[in-house]
């Protein structure tokens, strides 16, 4: 068991200790009644796979199946035996080597094997030896399992031509007793994991009887102000009130630990107003001054302190150079702004203002910015009171890409990452992302890795505040990337949403507190993909947008609101398909399955309603940070359908109040995306870096021109006709 996750997640409950209790005499009375489990395996034959397949080639050479993916579809088809009842999940195993690796794998079963819905399995890593791989069918295809006959079995490999696969030894066999023990340890760790959700869920939905409505900094003290609701109160609840600090490291909805509870501040209460004050000292490098400190009204109830209010953030403290803060002023105002993503120096500044760009994004990864120790080329610097060694050769060449817009007059985003490497994994990434995830959350339960990430987040905050033109300049901060789809963009392993949701938020108000320090104009941005209702996600991996801000709202409303925007990604309704005026699965109300720009005026709505405005009823901005249209350069209609899906995205933007900018994904074509070409551009040469314009590029630099009716008049009737 990992201990530290125990001692993450806080006290086990007596009916967790009951639970594993249960669990280990279970597995220990299956482990006496099934001793010999690998007398039950039952061999799969491989071999003539190739007989019933698509786009793969099939050799057998002494018990070794070798596999060619021929193109971007490859599965094949075997039959799956009875399977007898066991009182252990059934396994499917073999061994592979595979130099390349393979993701996006899906397992079908049962009759109608083309049609029915498909399960995802898990990735095979890249294997240059011989590796075991199971799958625990009981998961996976229970239909499998209980069937009692023979069943069709479809695996698809992935959708890149050209993987190499190589297969032997397949089996499915009685899970063993080692996996029987890992399994009830995950069990286990689900279980803690229900908790916690149900502890965030009434601390989200619970009735308090105080509040801290406002903390300013005044004369060297943090001044609280708040009120007390209940209208019998006694007076000994009102002597014991105390105001204390939550950690950085801490989930507001767990139990205030001891040393928490060390420092606390006493209230004054005036009775006839049921109102309540509080100064905490706060000088410059008070740890009461920390990112992500948050503060909470307590009483004392039975020797045991209590929470009265929710924890409240305060705003962020300017940074305190005058100076600075002038150098810093507000970026001209946004509306329907034609930008850009995967800004890099091989752009010239003079091409980005030819293109007509107001808004661009960049990528930025965030790990192995800061360490503690010393490492070559890195430079000393204090941070939050603590001194580190700061990456500065990686920063300049991150310089150059910032600068670039930056010099054309462009308002530039940063898109903060965490790559993911479960064989590496960086000191600030959460130790359960999974190896399925691109990138991983940062780890925001252990105060260590809480002081990292704060103090890369306040590096990158002052360096690109604007007050050093050398470096350039960020305003807006899109926090991870596509965090509905999270198991893919932002992994912490599989968590109930109310958890996911507690460490992400915890995330934003980071970058949000480093961010405006430096710069009162920044703005931090929640990524969205295109899949803001859906009802078929993945159990504790993905989950619904429109859910996703609903609960970010209300801790807005909670914990104290600060300025976020979203960073929305409409992508048509496939990918594959640029003329999203034909897609289906939209509509125009706030339970659509999905918003792309055919109905991008349902989010221009949501924004508008009361409960999403910020506290003081500011519409909050939607920037639509990544989007493309497929079209390959040498498919005219293709091309043709992208350059009037272009010119039609702008009559829908400018309907949106709330739509800041849209940074088109991507300026050129990209040979790693699966086959689409988004590009404005082609595929980059050696001949032309920035690949072949395609006639999107010239589309796109005349719209918000003069010349913008000439190429609406040429394209009209592709959307009209269609």
Same mark, same amino acid.
């Given at each position: ?57 099939? *050799?057998?050479?002494?018990? *070794? ?22 009182? $252990? ?107 916690? %959700? ?8 619970? *009735? ?36 204390? %600090? ?24 005036? $009775? ?109 610097? /204090? ?10 050769? $990686?920063? /300049? ?7 670039? %817009? ?30 399925? +995830? ?235 995306? +699966? ?20 006639? %999107? ?9 003069? $010349? ?15």
């Amino acid at each position: 068991m990992n201990r530290s996750f125990t001692r993450r997640m806080g006290r086990l409950t007596l009916a967790t200790v009951l639970f594993t209790a249960w669990l280990i005499a279970s597995a220990s009375l299956t482990f006496s009644q099934e001793p010999n489990v690998q007398s039950a395996s039952i061999p799969i034959d491989w071999s003539s796979i190739g007989q019933h397949s698509n786009q793969i080639a099939v *050799t057998e050479e002494q018990g *070794t199946i070798s596999i060619l993916a021929e193109g971007s579809d490859p599965y094949f088809r075997f039959q799956m035996p009875a399977l007898p009842k066991s009182t $252990r999940d059934w396994i499917l195993e073999l061994e592979y080597f595979c130099a390349q690796g393979i993701t996006r794998m899906e397992w079908r079963s049962g009759p109608g094997i083309h049609r029915p819905p498909a399960a995802a399995l898990p990735d095979m890593p890249s294997a240059e030896g011989w590796t075991t791989y199971t799958l625990n069918l009981n998961q996976i295809a229970p239909s499998v399992v209980h069937a009692n006959r023979e069943l069709p079995i479809r695996i698809d490999l992935g959708n890149t031509p050209g993987i190499r696969l190589q297969v032997r030894s397949v089996v499915v066999r009685p899970m063993n007793s080692e996996e029987l023990r890992r399994r009830s340890e995950a069990e286990h760790e689900r279980h803690v994991k229900e908790e916690l %959700a149900t502890q965030i869920d009434r601390y989200q939905s619970r *009735t308090w009887i105080a509040r801290i409505e406002s903390i300013g900094l005044d004369a060297g003290d943090l001044h609280l102000i708040g009120s007390i609701m209940s209208d019998d109160t006694d007076a000994s609840l009102i002597d014991s009130t105390h105001v204390i %600090a939550r950690a950085p490291a801490s989930i507001s909805a767990v139990r205030l630990t001891d040393q928490e509870t060390i420092q606390k501040w006493p209230v004054v209460f005036d $009775r006839a107003t049921r109102r309540f004050q509080a100064a905490i000292p706060a000088a410059e490098g008070s740890p009461w001054m920390q990112p992500g400190t948050r503060f909470q009204l307590v009483h004392q109830t039975d020797g045991q302190w209590q929470p009265m209010s929710p924890a409240v953030y305060p705003p962020p403290v300017f940074d305190q150079h005058a100076s600075l803060r002038q150098a810093s002023p507000q970026t001209k105002p946004l509306h329907a702004a034609k930008g850009l993503t995967c800004i890099t120096n091989r752009f010239s500044s003079q091409q980005l203002v030819d293109l007509g760009l107001e808004h661009a994004s960049v990528n930025l990864v965030v790990s192995g910015l800061v360490s503690r120790t010393e490492r070559p080329g890195w430079e000393r610097v /204090k941070v939050h009171g603590q001194w580190w060694w700061v990456n500065e050769p $990686r920063l /300049k060449q991150q310089d150059r890409d910032i600068r670039t %817009a930056s010099d054309a007059g462009i308002i530039v985003a940063a898109i903060l990452l965490i790559p993911n490497s479960p064989r590496n994994p960086a000191p600030i990434a959460h130790p359960q992302a999974s190896a399925a +995830g691109t990138y991983a959350m940062p780890n925001l339960n252990d105060p260590q890795a809480v002081e990292q990430y704060a103090a890369a987040l306040e590096v990158l905050a002052r360096r690109y505040s604007g007050s050093f033109p050398q470096h350039g300049r960020l305003d807006h901060w899109i926090v991870h990337n596509e965090v509905d789809y999270g198991w893919q963009w932002t992994n912490m392993g599989e968590q109930p949403m109310d958890v996911f949701m507690d460490h992400y938020v915890r995330s934003m108000r980071l970058v949000d507190s480093a961010a405006r320090r430096h710069n009162p104009h920044a703005r931090v941005f929640v990524s969205l993909t295109h899949r803001w209702n859906t009802v078929d996600n993945q159990h504790w991996k993905t989950y619904a947008p429109k859910k996703m801000l609903q609960w970010l709202i209300h801790d807005s409303h909670l914990e104290g609101d600060f300025p976020w925007g979203i960073a929305y990604h409409p992508y048509p309704q496939s990918l594959w398909k640029a003329d999203f005026w034909n897609d289906r699965k939209v509509t125009d109300d706030f339970d659509t399955e999905l918003i792309t720009i055919k109905n991008l005026q349902v989010l221009d709505r949501f924004m508008h309603l009361d409960s999403t405005r910020t506290a003081t009823g500011d519409l909050r901005a939607v920037i639509c940070s990544e989007q493309g249209f497929h079209a390959d350069e040498n498919d005219p209609e293709q091309l043709e359908t992208q350059a009037a899906a272009l010119l039609l995205t702008w009559q829908k933007l400018r309907q949106c109040p709330s739509i800041l900018a849209f940074d088109y994904h991507r300026p050129s074509d990209h040979p790693n995306e +699966g086959g689409l070409r988004l590009g404005l551009r082609g595929l980059p040469s050696n001949e032309d870096r920035l690949g072949k314009p395609k006639p %999107a590029w010239e589309v796109y630099s005349a719209i918000g021109t003069d $010349r913008e009716s000439e190429f609406v008049r040429r394209y009209r009737s592709v959307w009209e006709s269609k």
